[in-house]
Antibody
Framework: QVQLVQSGAEVKKPGASVKVSCKAS????????MHWVRQAPGQGLEWVGV????????AHAQRLQGRVTVTSDTSTTTFYMELSSLKSEDTAMYYC??????WGQGTLVTVSS | QSVLTQPPSVSAAPEQKVTISCSGS????????VSWLQHLPGTVPKLLIY???KRPSGIPDRFSGSRSGTSATLGITGLQTADEADYYC???????????FGGGTKVTVL
């Protein structure tokens, strides 16, 4: 069955960067785009970005323009989401999701001085 | 301020029906399929409806989706206490070249 296994929780200082991974298995890697979605404490779901499996086609939320990069590694069937210049408002649970059908377990990113 | 507008909350008694609206525009709901997600605190979101009105396997037919113009609706019949959760609509916005979510609707079973 489809499995999306994300990397562990991160604590970062403001201004730092974080890179979250999402290891995919149980399906044909090349067939599905991977989205990233986050939820800050007490807030709703927010779309972060998307990449095709080869990483050649990507898009991201305008409000994160210039700070977010979504990539993939076909050799390890792993997707990545990197967020730079972290702010306290970036504190959230980050999920990878295969077209909203399958979800990773979530990675808590905490930004605190 | 979400691109898609949902009511903050809806409520009904057990076994009753609720509907959740999701209002958008021609750049999103009007020309793209809509998905609906259920999210309980501390859990991973669950897909209830995809491609506007299709249910993944395992989702009961108490849940239904529809669209009219630039608005979509999620219906839940035979309301159960287990249905108490936050519900989100989502779709692609061609003008923004981005996926967009509604602000979420909290369902309360009275």
């Amino acid at each position: 069955q489809v499995q999306l296994v994300q990397s562990g929780a991160e604590v970062k200082k403001p201004g730092a960067s974080v890179k979250v991974s999402c290891k995919a298995s149980g399906y044909t890697f090349s067939n599905f785009f991977m989205h990233w979605v986050r939820q800050a404490p007490g807030q709703g779901l927010e779309w972060v970005g998307v990449t095709n499996p080869s990483g050649t086609t990507t898009a991201h939320a305008q409000r994160l323009q210039g700070r977010v990069t979504v990539t993939s590694d076909t050799s390890t069937t792993t997707f990545y989401m990197e967020l730079s210049s972290l702010k306290s408002e970036d504190t959230a649970m980050y999920y990878c999701t295969q077209d909203l059908h399958e979800w990773g377990q979530g990675t808590l990113v905490t930004v605190s001085s | 301020q979400s691109v898609l507008t949902q009511p903050p909350s809806v409520s009904a008694a057990p076994e009753q029906k609720v509907t959740i609206s999701c209002s958008g525009s021609s750049s999103n709901i009007g020309n793209n399929h809509v998905s609906w997600l259920q999210h309980l605190p501390g859990t991973v979101p669950k897909l209830l409806i995809y491609e506007t009105n299709k249910r993944p396997s395992g989702i009961p037919d108490r849940f239904s989706g529809s669209r009219s113009g630039t608005s979509a609706t999620l219906g839940i019949t035979g309301l159960q206490t287990a249905d108490e959760a936050d519900y989100y609509c989502a779709t692609w916005d061609g003008s923004l070249n981005a996926a967009v979510f509604g602000g979420g609707t909290k369902v309360t079973v009275l």
